[in-house]
Each structure stands twice: as C-alpha cells, then as structure tokens.
C-alpha cells in the first residue's frame, strides 16, 4: 500500500507557473506508475498525465501537452507536474495517484490510491 500527498497548490495568475509535488510513503514507489488527474467543480475527473515506473515514458492530454511536464525522482519517492502558461479553463483540484498494474494509466479506474488533492485557482 501507498499514501500519497500532494503539496504546491494555490492560485496563480493566467499565463503563469507552479510545480505540484507528491510525496509517497513506502518503499515501493518506483514499482508504481503515476499519474496526475484534476477535476473542476461540477465536473468528472480527468486525465492529465501519466509516467512511468522508471520515468522513461510519459503520456499527456491533448489539452496539457507542450504546458504541463510530469517527472518523478524514486530516490525521493516524489512524482512532480509543473505547469507553464497556465490558463483559467485549467482551474481544478489536482490529484496524484499511483497504478500496481504494468504500462501508463490513462482513466481514474486503472489506478489504485490517490492523494487528497491540492487546489490550483489560475485568475483571469
């Protein structure tokens, strides 16, 4: 088992960065692929990106790509997301979550713990 917390959140204006943090406990983190998922309010959770157990291949959603860079360092056991050129419709709550199953995980369903969440408010 794995707990995840998530650290980074908070509001920033359009057009502006911030790197979220998740920290896991255990000692098995590299066994894990990650990923990271938000949900706005009144809103399904969704896909954001997802890496892999060594880090060597990640996967984002058309609408992060070129924005949002996910990578993980397993010596720290911390799985990271910076977001660049943030803008308002990316206003969510953000969640990490970790996969026990081989290969990238691309739905809420393929993935077995999850953070809390960190809220992340970008203004207009």
């Known amino acids: 088992q794995v707990q995840l917390v998530e650290s980074g959140g908070g509001l920033v204006q359009a057009g502006g960065s911030l790197r979220l943090s998740c920290a896991a406990s255990?000692?098995?983190?590299?066994?894990?692929?990650m990923g990271w998922f938000r949900q706005a309010p009144g809103k399904e959770r969704d896909f954001v990106a997802t890496i892999s157990r060594s880090g060597g291949s990640t996967y984002y959603a058309d609408a992060v790509k070129g924005r949002f860079t996910i990578s993980r360092d397993n010596a720290k056991n911390t799985v990271y997301l910076q977001m660049n050129s943030l803008k308002p419709e990316d206003t969510a709550v953000y969640y990490c979550?970790?996969?026990?199953?081989?290969?990238?995980?691309?739905?809420?369903?393929?993935?077995?713990?999850w953070g809390q969440g960190t809220q992340v408010p970008v203004s207009s």
């Open positions: 255990g000692r098995t983190f590299s066994t894990y692929t």
């Open positions: 979550a970790a996969r026990a199953a081989y290969g990238l995980g691309y739905s809420p369903y393929e993935y077995d713990y």
